[in-house]
């Protein structure tokens, strides 16, 4: 069964609503294992179709444990040419972590990046909310229908 990775990471619970919300769109999809997580090894995102990355936005950064993921896959060299990547996070004022993950999935690991990201202010509301369940399900389907 294609795998769908959610990795995310969230300080105060705002990226943490965000990415439930893209679990539940992703599980409305049949046919789809939906995986949500803190941290995949390099092995582990070797093996999903897609890998959604939520992360907020701290001091004008991606935050360090999705940093370090990002940056054990580029040592380990592994290949998602490809396959989908998406980004999503809450912020405060300026909001660039979830850009530059999805700049990372596009130009160093060559994924097919879905742009642009979601982004939300704060706590997210529940329009906000639907965004990110009809991400989850959008690459639920692209990837049940590969
Ligand atoms: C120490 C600190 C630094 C922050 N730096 C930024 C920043 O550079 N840009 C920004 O947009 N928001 C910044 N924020 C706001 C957070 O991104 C915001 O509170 C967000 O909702 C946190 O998401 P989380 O609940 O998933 O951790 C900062 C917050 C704190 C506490």
Redesign the pocket.
Known sequence: MAKLLILYD???????KMAQAVVEGAQSVPGVEVELKYYASSDELAKAAAVVFGT?????EITLPIKQILEEAAKAGVKLEGKIGAAFG??????EAPDKVLEILKNRFGMKTIEPPIKVL?DPKQPQLDECRKLGARIAQEIVEK
Do not use: K, R, V
């Open positions: 969230s300080q105060t619970g705002n990226t943490e907020p936005t701290y001091h004008h809450s912020y405060g004022w300026s909001g704060y």
